[in-house]
């Protein structure tokens, strides 16, 4: 295991005087708590005499749990006697059931898993009013745009963990709650990131990969201890509920043999005692139950009136992290609109807005939670649109950013398109040859490391009489199905005329999804749920 050493040393005429040799406790100990965990163990060696004495090692929670799993828990490879790492969630997650561990595991201390955010954003979106809720964070309403929260590396951080699931409860409480979940973490998940360092850096714009956001995860005691600095910027712990859940801090005794164990023991009673709890509350820590001291204040952007929760469960994590695979992934996407003549009719309590206006409105705000090395490209339809087609392309797959010597990004260029769309008057639906075709156009151009997919949005039936039928259509997106190179039809039905049961049956045939938008205000809401659903394997539900 890779970490600081923080030894207490006795010389050679101590050693001498032991007959037996001065005996060893090694203590891995995630960063945050090694100062205190290394003064309390310099008490407790002076009670002890010149024959024991305790090593404590600064160590990521996440290394220590890597070493366990992949030595399997061997004594002489485990390298630690007791570890107390920032969460029991690396417990159940990956070590026990590789390794044997005694149970249960008392915390030492804990610390509320929080999302922070700005003082100014803070009042802007009215969380100091609402301190157990994240609500604020995913937007409001149909027009709400969701804050740009930051993640750094779930995989290896148990406060990202615990705040992408209480992002995730938070969003499954509402019905455009996935759409705005997945608009918020777009482009801000950083797997390789290593919060420890600078936790808040994206907050204040980052630097080097650091993706600027509005947002960041957090625990409680990380802010308060950046708000201590002087010239820190100020931030506002956000709790995700009343009862928000914790980094625990347990303590976990790995040393199998019987002095180890005995010499835990009396380490553990003198940091959870007085002058322990005594240490931890001063440095911004509540005690083991939860209870946080004077130094947890308002002016320093936390709330020690909050109760602080439970660990994250081990298997919730895992699925929050599901989640994420979708996101992680590099995007090329055919977006594929019906122009047809129903696309033109007026939607009532709009201003005269038409279907296809709405439809637009979304497209583009659809495009905005998209970084500049996704692809996308746009496709019209209707019926002969040219003279061998259904539908047109109006702009190439192909990345938002720069295009070659095109001196429009891809993200104009598709401006641009969707702005210059029109309905066609009288225009048919040429949807089963336009699908069929797209599919086709995206698997010919299928890259490896991306999702690959086509979001198709129509508001009719099917009415192309020289075109396959659906029967003939599903048969074909069957056998041209591969999912090695899986190439999802993602399916929009917009109006109650739409084919609901045919998208369904498309998507299905392709490991795709379809999303009914009845109401035309929930058309941008509806977009990014599509989005959300764009690596939709072969064995997910459909949407509804």
Known sequence: MAGCGVGLSLGEDAKAT???????????????????????????????????RTRVTATSSSDVARSLRTTGGSPDARGADVWIPDSSAWLRRSVVGAVSLPSPFPSVARSPIVVAVARQTAARLGLNNHPGDLGPLLGRGATGRPADIYLSNPEGSASAAGALLSLRGTAGQRPDGPAAL????????????????????????GGGKVVPAKAVAASERQVWAHNRS?????????????????????????????????????????????????????????DGDGVGGTALTTRLGVDRRIPAGPAPR?????????????????????????????????????????RLDLTKQAAVGGLSVYTDDTQIGLWAFSTHL?????????????????????????????????????????????????????????????????????????????????????????????????????????????????????????????????????????????FLQAIQQRACRPTCEQGS
């Open 18 to 52: 032991c007959s037996e040799g001065v005996r060893t406790l090694r203590v891995a100990v995630t960063p945050e708590l090694a100062r205190i965990v290394t003064e309390v163990a310099r008490g407790v060696d002076a009670s002890r005499g010149t024959c024991s």
């Open 182 to 205: 997945t608009a918020a973490l777009l482009g801000h998940v950083d797997a390789g990131g290593d919060q420890s360092r600078e936790p808040f850096a994206a907050l204040a714009g």
């Open 230 to 286: 002087v010239a820190a910027r100020q931030v506002v712990a956000v709790y995700p509920s009343p009862n928000a859940s914790s980094l625990d801090y347990p303590w976990v005794v790995l040393a199998r043999y019987r002095e180890a164990q005995e010499d835990a023991v009396e380490l553990l009673a003198a940091l959870i005692g007085q002058h322990g709890r005594t240490l931890l509350l001063a440095a911004g820590f509540r």
């Open 314 to 354: 081990g298997d919730d994590i895992d699925r929050a992290l599901r989640t994420l695979d979708v996101l992680k992934q590099g995007t090329r996407m055919l977006a594929v609109i019906d122009v047809s003549g129903s696309m033109g009719e007026r939607v009532p309590g709009t201003g005269g807005a038409t």
């Open 386 to 526: 040219t003279s061998s087609t259904d539908y047109r392309e109006l702009v190439p797959i192909g990345p938002l950013g720069a295009r070659g010597s095109n001196p429009l990004t891809g993200r104009q260029q598709l401006g641009v398109a969707l702005a210059s769309l029109q309905h066609v008057p009288g225009g048919g639906t040429g949807l089963y040859d336009t699908a069929l075709a797209a599919t086709r156009r995206v698997r010919a151009q299928w890259q490896p490391g991306s999702v690959n997919s086509v979001v198709l949005l129509t508001d009719g039936q099917n009415d192309d009489a020289r075109g396959i039928d659906l029967t003939r259509l599903l048969t074909l997106l069957r056998t041209e199905h591969d999912p090695r190179r899986p190439v999802p039809l993602i399916t929009i039905a917009y109006g109650a005329e739409s084919p609901v049961g045919a998208l369904r049956a498309m998507s299905a045939a392709t490991g795709g999804a379809t999303y009914l938008a009845e109401d035309p205000g929930q058309v941008r809401q509806v």
